[in-house]
């Protein structure tokens, strides 16, 4: 026995405003409004459908809706272009608590009931374990490719913590030979998609291959621009750290890291030998 999936949500409106909710819900927002079982007709509202998602909008007195904090979160395309349509309809934007990838507004509909478009975008942030499901599960995608990751699976679920305070504690407290780095992970919304790291210099070992600027994708997520955007973000963060240009390598048949750090203004500098099986490229990005 158990619970299968959220059939309905229910929200009210006062009593005979069901034109102006109609207007709202299914003029302004597009919502499909359904009808409703004869034994429900009389007692006022009506019920809209996204999705596989009923949203019955009945009636009620008696209620102040501005004063509840409970709400209904839509997830939209273009949250930018619904805000200004919204806006277009006179509707007041809230104040909101911004949330790593994420783009969302709040608002009240006309009758006082919260209301939140939300829309997954792309965001480069620091590890932290609000991404553990989908950290592991890209971590098990490198496996499957022939990756061994430096953590097995049953240590990374018992002991997330203190893999994730490991890549902070990078940039402050190095293992020996290793240069301070910045790791960032590339999020959208509740998906991990991949890694870059941001070394603070170079050492003998990083002129010749590493260079400044480290990343990977995982398996599911390439070839959808993700690389090439995460790439141009933590441009900012390494000049921020006063670099006036970053050096970054691949191997000389990584096609689709050639294709990123040129979609970057990557110049090609050289190509060494220094001993691995292909030879390395070696690419400048100018930050000024």
Request: net charge negative; charged share 25%.
């Amino acid at each position: 026995m158990s619970l299968q999936r959220v059939h309905h949500i229910q929200i009210t409106i006062p009593k005979n405003t069901e034109d102006a909710a109609q207007a709202f819900y299914c003029g302004v927002l597009g919502l499909s409004e359904i009808e409703k079982p004869d034994a429900l007709k009389g007692r006022g509202g009506f019920w809209v459908r996204l999705g596989d998602m009923q949203i019955h909008i009945g009636s009620e007195e008696g209620v102040d809706r501005t004063l509840t904090k409970a709400h209904i979160a839509y997830q939209v395309e273009n949250v930018a272009a619904w805000r200004e349509k919204l806006l277009a309809h006179n509707v007041q934007m809230a104040d909101s608590v911004p949330i790593h990838g994420y783009d969302r507004f709040e608002f009240r509909d006309p009758f006082g009931n919260r209301v939140e478009f939300i829309q997954p975008v792309p965001a480069l942030i620091r590890p932290t374990t609000y991404y553990k499901t989908s950290y592991i599960a890209a971590v098990r995608e490198f496996h499957a490719e022939g990756k061994n990751p430096a953590w097995n699976y049953e240590n990374l679920e018992a002991n997330f913590d203190e893999y994730v305070a490991m890549q902070l504690a990078k940039e402050t407290d190095p293992e020996a030979g290793y240069v301070p780095q910045t790791e960032y992970w590339f999020v959208v919304g509740e998906e991990y998609i991949g890694r870059i790291s941001l070394r603070h210099y170079l050492n003998d070992s990083l002129w010749l291959f590493g260079g400044h600027i480290g990343y990977e994708v995982r398996p599911t997520m390439r070839q959808r621009g993700y690389g090439t955007l995460m790439c141009r973000l933590v441009l900012d963060h390494a000049r921020a750290l006063k670099l006036d240009r970053v050096l970054i390598t691949c191997d000389d048949d990584n096609i689709g890291s050639q294709k990123i750090i040129e979609a970057n203004n990557g110049i090609l500098q050289d190509k060494i030998d220094n001993g691995r099986q292909v030879l390395t490229r070696r690419y400048w990005i100018a930050l000024k």
